[in-house]
């Protein structure tokens, strides 16, 4: 995995940007090049994230905001709590892991059964979960509802904080 790109001074950042961290609004303070306007939200939106540009490279705006607040890179992702890349609010970032980050996301819901439940031979529920990159069964079930509750669990445990259904 590459290592994300080297950010501006958060003096620099400061002197470029307002932000508010109530709203999670990123401002332009003053302008970065000639026609730019001032107190013009700061950024696009890409497919998951809002990037700004800065002097011709491109930074996810959640980045720049908790360097702009911390005066720090973030030394690794940066999480949004809510699930929404696009709520940069002070209280929705956090710093994670990649693994945390997962954790954290939502994934794709195949054939409307819950998070980590899967048939099984016999019209029983199988529920598994992923534990450090490693596929751990958690037991067969007779309904679909135990399948999930026993994910529920397991995924409560081991992922905490980071943990979302």
């Known amino acids: 995995m590459p290592e994300p790109k080297t950010m501006p001074p958060a003096e620099y950042l400061r002197a470029l940007f307002c932000y508010d961290p109530v709203t999670g609004e990123l401002q332009w303070r003053r302008g970065a090049y000639a026609r730019q306007r001032i107190n013009l939200s700061a950024g696009g939106r890409g497919s998951r994230y809002t990037r700004v540009g800065i002097e011709g490279r491109y930074y996810l705006v959640h980045r720049i905001i908790w360097k702009w607040m911390t005066g720090q890179d973030p030394p690794s992702d940066i999480d949004h709590v809510d699930r929404d890349g696009f709520n940069n609010r002070w209280t929705n970032l956090r710093l994670a892991t990649r693994t ?66």
């Open 100 to 165: 945390q980050a997962v954790w954290n996301r939502r994934l794709p819901r195949r054939v409307n059964l819950p998070c980590g439940v899967m048939p099984s031979p016999g019209g029983h529920w199988r529920a598994r979960i992923m534990v450090n990159n490693v596929r751990k069964h958690l037991g067969t079930f007779a309904t679909v509802a135990e399948a999930a509750a026993a994910y529920e669990a397991a995924a409560r445990e081991l992922h905490g904080y980071f943990y979302s259904n």
